[in-house]
């Protein structure tokens, strides 16, 4: 089947961003990631795109820096590959329309945001991208506040590291979003889900 076949209200949209910092009203967005999921959590499309904030770059906490320095993250964006964030939004809308993800859709058809602790994912976008998650079903499918549930509910299992491909991430939005991803899929090889065969990792 092919993704824009499938009835979107099966599908999660994934997404993870990187920001100068913890507070919507006060930082900037740098990079965003999305994935879109099969209901078997296999990968159907992935974008990323690096953000150039408006100048002056907002102050971010020396660790903040210390961490977007050492990924890579500020470089490209000083070297100019980065883009508007209106720009950015719209290229991401593009992508998702090509799975049925478009603000026109039936409330309860919308697909459920994706990610680890996605609240703070959503909180961002709620300010700086509201044609976003005018996209997007209210709810969200927290997939670190699953895996909490379950470590009190099952403490026998264990749990492998957040991990891309063995390396651990190193705070770029792709990865971090595919190693939630990863997670889910460890989940429902636990509680004996159905899962899709493979998911690209690359790219």
Known sequence: MKARDMPYENIYV?????????????????????IVISPELGELGAYAIVVAPAKPLPAMHPRVREMHEANGLLAEIAAGRGVPLE??????RRFWARYGVVPSAPAGQKPPLFGASVQFDRAWL???????????HYRNA?????REMLRRMRPDWSWAPPTLGGRASAHRALPD?????????????????????EVPWAG
């Open 142 to 146: 927290d997939i670190s506040g699953m």
């Open 126 to 136: 709620d300010h700086h991208c509201p044609a976003l998650t005018a996209c997007l």
């Open 87 to 92: 720009l950015a939004i719209a290229r991401v």
């Open 14 to 34: 994934g997404i993870d961003i990187e920001t100068t910092g913890l507070k919507p009203a006060e930082g900037a967005i740098l990079e965003i990631a999305t």
């Open 177 to 197: 979003i595919r190693a939630s991803l990863r997670l889910a899929r460890e989940i429902g090889t636990k509680v004996g889900g159905r899962l899709a065969v």
